[in-house]
Structures are given as C-alpha cells and as structure tokens.
C-alpha cells in the first residue's frame, strides 16, 4: 500500500452536496478538482452516489473509492465525502454540524423550498464548517453564531433603511416649506 496515502491530512472533506428526491443537485461544494474535474464527472458521481443510497436506511457508503456519510430529511439528502482511508466518525460530525446548523437556520424547515429560499445563508454554513476540505468547526451553534454574526453585520439593516427614509422624507418637507 502507497505510504502517502496513509499520512494524516487536514484536508479531511473531499465534497459536500445536497440532492433532492429525483437526485438533482441542490448544491454542491468539491474540494480536490483532482478527484472529478469536470462538472459532468461531478453530475455522474452524484447520480452514481444517489442511486446507491436513496433508498437505503445506512449512514455510510463506499462509492467509487470514496467513503460518504449521508442523511435524508422530507425531499433531500445531504451527503459528505472523503477519502477511502477517512475516519466516518469525522465525515459524520461534519454532516451532522452541518444538518444542524441548516435546522437551526431554517427554523427547523428543512426542506427543498426553505433550503433554496435561503441559499445565500446554506452557502455561509458550509464555508463555516469547511474550508478547502479542511474542517474548521464541528458545533452547529458556534456556526450558527458567525453566520447570524455575518448577517447582522450589513450596515444597511432594516432599521437603518427606515431611518435613511424618514431622514430623506425630513429633508424633503424642509426643503419644501423653504
């Protein structure tokens, strides 16, 4: 057996994708363009991945070489992968942070409608979990935090749009009885 491929890795995740019940992609997020460079290559392997565990009640799959941890809710299944040599227990801790973290976002509405209502935000949880397959959180309350921090970090919030306005209605009537 090849002794690199044993070394360890910060670079844990390999991919991260949602599908819906037919199996079309949602969102999908890969980190080593090595492994499926093309988008169709990507579109095969998640429809290759579906197939073998939409219907199945397992947690885990191997796939290709690749170990995937996956989870269904109403109309979707989320799905982590990484490497053959992976530790699940890690791959699981990222899928369940990130269910989580949608749950908690979502109001506990996961579903297909709420999830591409509110993509922008699915998007700021996933780059708060994983960045370039590395794994940088694994509490979805800590995500949560940040992305909810990012959020409300908008200088244009809705209060201060409501004050611009009445500021601007102010000066308008000022300017008027001039």
Not at 89 to 104: G, I, K, R, T, Y
């Amino acid at each position: 057996m090849d002794s690199t491929a044993l070394e360890p890795s910060l670079y844990t995740v390999k991919a991260v994708f949602i599908l819906d019940n037919d199996g079309n992609r949602l969102l999908s997020k890969y980190y080593d363009l090595e492994l499926y460079p093309s988008m169709k290559e990507q579109k095969n392997f998640e429809m290759n991945v579906f197939n073998k565990t939409h219907k199945a009640d397992n947690e885990i799959a191997f796939v290709e070489g690749m170990t995937i941890v996956y989870k269904s809710s109403i109309d979707l299944f989320f799905y982590v992968v990484g490497s053959a040599q992976e530790n699940e227990l890690m791959l699981m801790a990222v899928l369940n942070c990130f269910f989580e973290s949608l749950n908690q976002m979502l109001r506990k509405n996961v579903e297909k409608r709420t999830l591409l209502d509110n993509m922008d935000g699915v998007f700021l949880v996933v780059d708060e979990i994983i960045d370039g397959g590395v794994i940088l959180e694994s509490d979805p309350q800590q995500v949560i935090e940040k992305v909810n921090y990012r959020a409300d970090d908008n200088p244009l919030s809705e209060q201060s749009v409501a004050q611009v306005l009445q500021s601007a209605k102010e000066q308008i009537k000022w300017s008027i009885l001039k």
